[in-house]
T-cell receptor, first 116, second 114 residues
Framework: QKEVEQNSGPLSVPEGAIASLNCTYS??????FFWYRQYSGKSPELIMS????GDKEDGRFTAQLNKASQYVSLLIRDSQPSDSATYLC????????????????FGTGTRLTIIP | DGGITQSPKYLFRKEGQNVTLSCEQN?????MYWYRQDPGQGLRLIYY???????QKGDIAEGYSVSREKKESFPLTVTSAQKNPTAFYLC?????????????FGPGTRLTVL
């Protein structure tokens, strides 16, 4: 069974601290990994994508990928109340696609609350 | 403005009725997708289309139908065969660039069965 697992939370973090969100996946052939942010009642919006082992930084966000451990994480530095949302991890699960990441598997999301 | 539009934002359906959800994109993306999200759940793929006049079933296609007559449009019909259609429906599109392909989402349609 191909799965993406996330801690559902809620995860509460003080304003200004680092929020750490984790995701594990079961399909070793996965090549593309995405973090989406979803505010209550809204659609998901892309925060980060990562394809290679290591860290990728974009502003206050850092994605970390460890393919050997089948683990991807998202760090949010200097957390702000506006970061309070559900964060969805998505992983492609089709090997050798010639088109794109048309078969993404989403985790159930981690609900993050930033406490002022 | 470039983007993905979905209509209506809210939709109410009576038992036994078919309803059609609209999805339009002006991003010139080749691929389009329909997902369903239930409370506290991740997104589940209903159908996707990589090219005009072709589409593939996702993980939960039963009770749904789609068409792709134009590159910009990918409407979803929720039929009376779908036993539990109340959910948040999300349309997405992508440009199909291999491993870096990224899906972008429309604002969603919330369907409620009365």
């Amino acid at each position: 069974q191909k799965e993406v697992e996330q801690n559902s939370g809620p995860l509460s973090v003080p304003e200004g601290a680092i929020a750490s969100l984790n995701c594990t996946y079961s399909d070793r052939v996965s090549q593309s990994f995405f973090w989406y942010r979803q505010y209550s009642g809204k659609s998901p919006e892309l925060i980060m994508s990562i394809y290679s082992n290591g860290d990728k930084e974009d502003g206050r966000f850092t994605a970390q990928l460890n393919k050997a451990s089948q683990y991807v994480s998202l760090l949010i530095r200097d957390s702000q109340p506006s970061d309070s949302a559900t964060y969805l991890c998505a992983v492609n699960n089709e090997k050798g696609s010639n088109f794109g990441n048309e078969k993404l598997t989403f985790g159930t999301g981690t609900r993050l609350t930033i406490i002022p | 403005d470039g983007g993905i539009t979905q209509s209506p934002k809210y939709l109410f359906r009576k038992e036994g009725q078919n309803v059609t959800l609209s999805c339009e994109q002006n991003l010139n993306h080749d691929a389009m997708y329909w997902y369903r999200q239930d409370p506290g759940q991740g997104l589940r793929l209903i159908y996707y289309s990589q090219i005009v006049n072709d589409f593939q079933k996702g993980d939960i296609a039963e009770g749904y139908s789609v068409s792709r007559e134009k590159k910009e449009s990918f409407p979803l019909t929720v039929t009376s065969a779908q036993k539990n259609p109340t959910a948040f429906y999300l349309c997405a599109s992508s440009s199909q660039r291999g491993v870096t392909d990224t899906q972008y989402f429309g604002p969603g349609t919330r369907l409620t069965v009365l």
